[in-house]
């Protein structure tokens, strides 16, 4: 079964700190995956987007990596903002034809002042 | 505003009822996908349509489920003799499928939030 585990499940920060968000997925064949930011009662934006061939994708603070051997990803979010506090979604794209994504259950990041 | 809409933002029913959602996708996207997400769980996949044809529907969406999209743009989600278990967070999504094969990027909407009681 394709699955996307991240952890930790949870996280606390103060403003200002820097995090590390972990994603391990099992999908394969593999498309690209993608980090979603997703505010309480929202639906998820995306943050980046990389193919199997990515090692390093940025957008502002946020920077994802990936290592597609050991099939695991990281977002790393710099200078965290009180505005930081969400659910941070790993998505992984089967290459299969099927259009569907597969997610993983989140990290619940509280940045505190 | 041009992103993904949906209709209502809160859904409050009672057990045994039945439950209409509409999504308006952005308007140039030919793909349009339904999840649910429960909470403190990532959304899970249960249909999708490319243009007007429903072209995969997920285990999860059981026969009191049905989903249609009429004329390849809005989309609605019914579920007949709602149960408890169907509380959650509906989401739409919409993309633009590309000539290469690959999934193109997916917008998603606010969701819609229903309540079971």
């Known amino acids: 079964k394709n699955q996307v585990e991240q952890s930790p499940q949870s996280l606390i920060i103060l403003e200002g700190k820097n995090c590390t968000l972990q994603?391990?997925?099992?999908?394969?064949?593999?498309?690209?995956l993608r980090w979603y930011k997703q505010d309480t009662g929202r639906g998820p934006v995306s943050l980046t987007i990389m193919t199997f061939s990515e090692n390093t994708k940025s957008n502002g603070r946020y920077t994802a990596t990936l290592d597609a051997d050991t099939k695991q990803s990281s977002l790393h979010i710099t200078a965290s903002q009180l505005s930081d506090s969400a659910s941070y979604i790993c998505v992984v794209s089967p290459d299969t034809g099927r259009r569907a994504l597969t997610f993983g259950s989140g990290t619940r990041l509280q940045v505190q002042p | 505003d041009t992103g993904v809409s949906q209709d209502p933002r809160h859904k409050i029913t009672k057990r045994g009822q039945n439950v209409t959602f509409r999504c308006d996708p952005i308007?140039?996207?030919?793909?349009l996908y339904w999840y649910r997400q429960t909470l403190g769980q990532g959304p899970e996949f249960l249909t999708y349509f490319q243009n007007e044809a429903q072209l995969e529907k997920s285990r999860l969406l059981s026969d009191r489920f049905s989903a249609e999209r009429p004329k390849g743009s809005f989309s609605t989600l019914e579920i007949q003799r709602t149960e408890q278990g169907d509380s959650a967070m509906y989401l739409c999504?919409?993309?633009?499928?590309?000539?290469?094969?690959?999934?193109?990027?997916?917008?998603f909407g606010p969701g819609t939030r229903l309540t079971v009681l």
């Open positions: 994603c391990n997925y099992t999908v394969s064949p593999f498309s690209n």
């Open positions: 308007s140039e996207h030919n793909r």
């Open positions: 999504a919409s993309s633009l499928a590309g000539g290469s094969g690959r999934s193109g990027e997916q917008f």
